[in-house]
Structure formats: structure tokens, C-alpha cells
């Protein structure tokens, strides 16, 4: 029936923090931007490896997310890297805090989180 996840949309609290964020610190590549007047809203779509992956909105006075992290809804974001710890430095670098990288009990392999500017959990997944 489903054949994979085509897009993730996200409403951010500040629209030129957030795609700043998303493409430059965390290197997405920009495929479009839209402004719709009739909304006030900016829509930025995102790829990674040249595969549509996030949509980016800003709508005014969006609420925020609830209480974290355990909320009702989407809980994370999670990406697959090649090296935990060369990505974790990256993102350091370029002012990102990270927590402690684990181990998932039931895989055995590397994760960690950090979130983006509106708090919204991101994983990175050790391949």
C-alpha cells in the first residue's frame, strides 16, 4: 500500500532562525521557497541527498509545541549517519548542543539527540 514517506512538515516559531538552521547547520539542500500572502506564510522545501524530505512553514501566532518530550504527536525527527561521533563534532561545531551519545538496547547501536530552534527532538542514528 505505502510505498515510503514522501515528506515531514514543520511550523516553526521563527522562520528565518529555522531555515537557517535547517539549511546551513544541518546542510539541507533548498529545493523551493514560497511566500503565500493569503496566509502570511512562508513554505521552504528541503531535500537531503537530493530527496524531498522536510516542509518548512511559518504561520503567525502558531502555537507552541506542548510540554516535551513526551507530547502526544510526532515525537522526533531521526536521521541515519555514517559516524556518530564525526557528525556530533560537526554539529558542535557549528553551536549545536548534543546530548550523550547511547546505545539502543535492542539494536546495539549509536544515538544521540539535539533539538531544533523551536525544541523539536532530533535523533541521529548510527548506520
Known amino acids: 500500500m505505502f510505498l515510503g514517506i514522501h515528506h515531514i512538515a514543520i511550523i516553526c516559531s521563527d522562520y528565518q532562525v529555522s531555515k537557517d538552521f535547517y539549511l546551513n547547520k544541518l546542510g539541507l539542500t533548498l529545493i523551493q521557497e514560497v511566500y503565500r500572502k493569503e496566509r502570511d506564510s512562508y513554505k521552504l522545501d528541503l531535500a537531503l541527498?537530493?530527496?524531498?524530505?522536510?516542509?518548512?512553514?511559518?504561520?503567525?501566532?502558531?502555537?507552541?509545541?506542548?510540554?516535551?518530550p513526551e507530547a502526544q504527536g510526532l515525537r522526533?525527527?531521526?536521521?541515519?549517519?555514517?559516524?556518530?561521533?564525526?557528525?556530533?563534532?560537526?554539529?558542535?561545531?557549528?553551536?549545536?548542543?548534543?546530548?550523550?551519545?547511547?546505545?539502543?538496547?535492542?539494536?546495539?547501536?549509536?544515538?544521540?539527540?539535539?533539538?531544533?530552534?523551536?525544541?523539536?527532538?532530533?535523533?541521529?542514528?548510527e548506520k
Open 49 to 68: 541527498n537530493d530527496q524531498y524530505i522536510i516542509e518548512l512553514f511559518s504561520f503567525p501566532n502558531a502555537p507552541k509545541r506542548p510540554n516535551f
Open 76 to 125: 522526533h525527527l531521526a536521521f541515519t549517519v555514517e559516524d556518530i561521533d564525526a557528525t556530533v563534532k560537526k554539529l558542535v561545531l557549528k553551536g549545536i548542543e548534543v546530548e550523550e551519545v547511547r546505545i539502543d538496547s535492542t539494536t546495539k547501536k549509536r544515538f544521540t539527540f539535539f533539538q531544533d530552534p523551536d525544541q523539536l527532538p532530533i535523533e541521529i542514528y
